[in-house]
């Protein structure tokens, strides 16, 4: 109980920052003749387009959809999360380990969402969202102990299975994105780890939670490369 209390007293900066970041570009692309759900918007202001990552070598298209929303409700929503979750997760993390969790997470989501989605447009937050999912949910893993951490790791438990059933049934929904950065923001909080509590981690688990990430980007994003030379 007490790490949970404590990190609280902090301002979560990196989430302010994020949903500064997402904000402005959103207004950027409202204010275009065309709006935020044109595709050619949403493509020219860096939402993930298969054929402009491996044809034209576009690589930060892997970052920038994390910041580009489609639509008023699709921005407002993540920003909610982004607001409330990240002030929980940042705020037991610290700063730079959030900062970390939130693009690998994101990052890695849009790799998996390249390597096996087909080549329509993706661009949301949610990635690294689900990634935040990962590194709360994990918590549970290390300090089954405290009550607080435990409880609200079950309930975002049954949020995120939830959302993946409905995702399932919504095909206009990227949910290999969601998968990735589900699973790479659980494997990037064993790796990380919360600060100053280094002695509820084994060295093992945080080495092995590393590599298995770094694995996972090298094998999808070859995966992604292939299926688009051989097609």
């Known amino acids: 109980m007490s790490i949970f209390k404590r990190s609280f007293r902090d301002t979560p900066y990196a989430t302010y920052l994020f949903l500064l970041i997402q904000s402005i570009i959103f207004l950027a692309m409202q204010i275009t003749p065309a709006g935020s759900t044109s595709i050619k918007t949403i493509v020219n202001f860096g ?70 989605h087909n080549e329509s447009v993706s661009a949301g937050a949610s990635t690294s969202l689900f990634g935040m999912f990962g590194a709360f949910i994990i918590l549970k893993h290390y300090f089954s102990h405290n009550l607080v951490l435990s409880t609200l790791a079950r309930q975002y438990t049954f949020l ?56 996972f980007l090298v094998i999808f994003l070859k995966i992604g490369f292939t299926k688009t030379k051989f097609a």
Not at 51 to 65: A, D, K, N
Not at 88 to 116: C, D, K, P, T
Not at 190 to 200: F, G, H, M, N
Request: proline share 2%; no cysteine; hydrophobic share 55%.
């Open 47 to 116: 939402g993930l387009y298969n054929p402009y990552v491996t044809q034209l070598h576009e690589y930060w298209r892997f970052i920038t959809p994390i910041f580009v929303h489609i639509g008023f409700y699709h921005f407002l929503f993540n920003a909610f999360v982004l607001f409330f979750l990240g002030e929980q997760v940042e705020n037991l993390y610290g700063h730079v380990r959030f900062f970390l969790i939130y693009l690998l997470s994101g990052v890695s989501g849009n790799i998996l969402s390249f390597a096996l």
């Open 160 to 215: 995120v299975a939830l959302n993946l059933i409905f995702n399932l049934f919504d095909s206009s929904t990227d949910i290999w994105g969601h998968i990735g950065g589900f699973f790479s923001g659980l494997l990037a909080g064993i790796a990380l780890a919360v600060p100053k509590q280094a002695r509820y981690y084994r060295i093992i688990e945080r080495l092995s939670a590393g590599i298995l990430l770094i694995i």
